[in-house]
């Protein structure tokens, strides 16, 4: 059964910042990884995907890397701002799970102006 | 381009009783599942579904029906409530490949 951990679970850092999210899967014959961001009392807004063949992807200030061999997956965020607080959810997605998520707990992050 | 849409998105139901969350999505996506949401316990797979009429079960299907009698529609059959499945639902669906999930709103519902 593939387990996915998030470090830390939570974090809280002063605006201005470069900061790093941790994600780690047990099994790494992985489709794809995605990374996804929840305000509170919301629904998931899809960040970043990566698929199984790629290393890394970018989309303006954060970068999402994946090494499969080794199980684990960074979100960097550049300069963080306070409308950056958030739970930031990594999620891997498996052949042999039918094609569906297995989620971490997720990081919540408190970017203080 | 409505994406994945869910209704309803809050429901207070007394325990025993039954209902169906609906989860539709306009993208022609093959893939569909269901999560549930719960303090501590991150997102958990209920069921899912990687086409029409093909359907499997997840991490914690107790409690819970799926059908899938059409690509767009997955709906969630509660069949007996219990203050268990208090929770936020969320539903979502996918393509093939190289495309990501795409989540609805979310139904937050109470047992009591």
């Known amino acids: 059964k593939q387990e996915v951990t998030q470090i830390p679970a939570a974090l809280s850092v002063p605006e201005g910042e470069n900061l790093v999210l941790n994600c780690s899967f047990t099994?790494?014959?992985?489709?794809?990884l995605q990374w996804f961001r929840q305000d509170p009392g919301k629904g998931l807004t899809s960040l970043l995907l990566i698929q199984s063949s790629q290393r890394e992807q970018t989309s303006g200030r954060l970068n999402a890397s994946l090494d499969k061999s080794s199980g684990r997956s960074t979100l960097y965020i550049a300069a963080s701002q306070p409308g950056d607080s958030a739970t930031y959810l990594c999620a891997v997605f498996n052949s042999n799970s039918g094609y569906a998520l297995n989620f971490g707990k997720g990081t919540s992050l408190l970017v203080t102006p | 381009n409505a994406g994945v849409t869910q209704t309803p998105k809050f429901q207070v139901l007394k325990t025993g009783q039954s209902m169906t969350l609906q989860c539709a999505q306009d993208?022609?996506?093959?893939?569909m599942s269901w999560y549930r949401q719960d303090p501590g316990m991150g997102l958990r797979l209920i069921h899912y579904?990687?086409?029409?009429?093909?359907?499997d079960q997840g991490e914690v299907p107790n409690g819970y029906n799926v059908s899938r009698s059409t690509t767009e529609d997955f709906p969630l059959r509660l069949l007996s409530a219990a203050p268990s499945q208090t929770s936020v639902y969320f539903c979502a669906s996918s393509g093939p490949g190289q495309y990501g999930y795409t989540f609805g709103s979310g139904t937050r519902l109470t047992v009591v």
């Open positions: 099994d790494s014959a992985i489709y794809n």
């Open positions: 993208m022609n996506h093959e893939y």
């Open positions: 579904s990687v086409g029409a009429g093909i359907t």
